[in-house]
T-cell receptor, first 113, second 114 residues
Framework: DTAVSQTPKYLVTQMGNDKSIKCEQN?????MYWYKQDSKKFLKIMFS???????INETVPNRFSPKSPDKAHLNLHINSLELGDSAVYFC????????????FGPGTRLTVT | AQSVTQLDSQVPVFEEAPVELRCNYS??????LFWYVQYPNQGLQLLLK??????LVKGINGFEAEFNKSQTSFHLRKPSVHISDTAEYFC????????????FGQGTELSVKP
């Protein structure tokens, strides 16, 4: 059983399009995160939700909108895609915001052409 | 604000040799420290963490790290590496009241050669 899963694994799209990435965790965790890994492999947090409530919202363009329909799911919708959005996006989860082990998904490689 | 610096972007080493991956952090408050490993085309996996207590922390796959508060360092070590340890290694910090946010270093690419 995959603990944290993401779909799709690869996403190739053109500038200006709107796309979504989905994340699901079956660990029973309360907290989920989105991280962005750029071409130099630098990882930076984007958002975090705890019990469907947004608790971390880093400086991210408002074209990025996370949505948590329930505790087990955290989706990322991106409007008007730009070349600079090309990256690997990782979803992660933890028991709660104070639990210091985060479980990462396999990543979604987004390529904007 | 917190920051993490991994002092080596690439570390080549021969199989069965010891290795140390260096990590320094900056913070005005107490932090928790982590090492994650990322194998090619995979997500990140927690190797070990320091939250409190003994400054020598043992993790999975034979790795260990030592927290040095005076030098603000958390270096990762392994006495004998295997080919399968070839991966990207990330040092990270978090602060207790920041919702679990992890702040990562730039990563160190460990390349183990036969």
């Amino acid at each position: 059983d995959t603990a944290v899963s993401q779909t799709p694994k690869y996403l190739v799209t053109q500038m200006g399009n709107d796309k979504s990435i989905k994340c699901e965790q079956n660990l029973g965790h309360d907290t989920m995160y989105w991280y962005k890994q750029d071409s130099k492999k630098f990882l930076k947090i984007m958002f975090s939700y705890n019990n469907k409530e947004l608790i971390i919202n880093e400086t991210v363009p408002n074209r990025f909108s996370p949505k948590s329909p329930d505790k087990a799911h955290l989706n990322l919708h991106i409007n008007s895609l730009e070349l600079g959005d090309s990256a690997v996006y990782f979803c992660a989860s933890s028991q709660d915001p104070t639990a210091y082990e985060q479980y990462f998904g396999p990543g979604t490689r987004l390529t904007v052409t | 604000a917190q920051s993490v610096t991994q002092l080596d972007s690439q570390v080549p080493v021969f199989e069965e040799a010891p290795v140390e991956l260096r990590c320094n952090y900056s913070s005005s408050v107490s932090v928790y420290l982590f090492w994650y490993v990322q194998y090619p085309n995979q997500g990140l996996q927690l190797l070990l963490k320091y939250l409190s207590g003994s400054t020598l922390v043992k993790g999975i796959n034979g790795f260990e790290a030592e927290f040095n508060k005076s030098q603000t360092s958390f270096h990762l070590r392994k006495p004998s590496v295997h080919i399968s340890d070839t991966a990207e290694y990330f040092c990270a910090v978090s602060v207790w009241n920041q919702g679990g946010k992890l702040i990562f270093g730039q990563g160190t690419e460990l390349s183990v050669k036969p």
